[in-house]
């Protein structure tokens, strides 16, 4: 098992196209785009090399196939969120699953963050369906922000994401989780501040 398990496993339970997906973004998110080839994946994968190829005839389909997978799974994670009724407490609950994941991340960065950026450097396609993925989130964030406060939210959710990566970022160089569980209480707190009069919560005006 890898140490990123935690993060991918969940998504290689079914068949064999399903552990080439899984393991393709475990080792692209350990160890890059470039460092990773289709007969690493097989292995990973515990499936025959020359079976690959029925499945993805490049390692870009492969490529475009995680992020779909990625996708996926933050759609999942943010449908899950919007089940919370305080949208205060949904971005709280987002920022936490950051340190849920603050073991891992202190190895190898933020799996959304890392991945986007490894797929940001290959051709203009693929890089523009990886923004995809951050921008969707971003996106959300925004619209909870929304309900919170009359500043620009666009600008609030741009700054929680970077704040998340940064503490991502500085968590990885210092190989310390701790870093990471310390940026998502400051942003807890951040936005407890957002949250102080929330509009959603005036009733209507007279």
Known sequence: MSDSDGVFAGFGRGGKRDRLVASAADLLYRNGVAATT??????AAQVRPGNVYYYFKTKDDLVRAVIGMQAGQAGAMLATLETLPDPAE????????????????????????????EFGRLDDDLAAEADGLIRGIVEWVERQ??????????????????????????SRAMRDPGVMSGQVRHLERWIDTLAVTPPWSRGPEV
């Open 145 to 170: 922000v929304r309900h919170l406060t009359s500043r620009d939210a666009r600008e609030l959710a741009i700054m929680l994401f970077a704040a998340v990566q940064g503490g991502a970022a500085l």
């Open 38 to 43: 289709l007969a690493d994946v097989a292995r």
């Open 90 to 117: 949904r971005l709280k609950a987002l920022v936490r699953r950051w340190d849920q994941m603050r073991d891992v991340i202190a190895r190898h960065g933020c799996p959304f963050g890392t991945l986007a950026a």
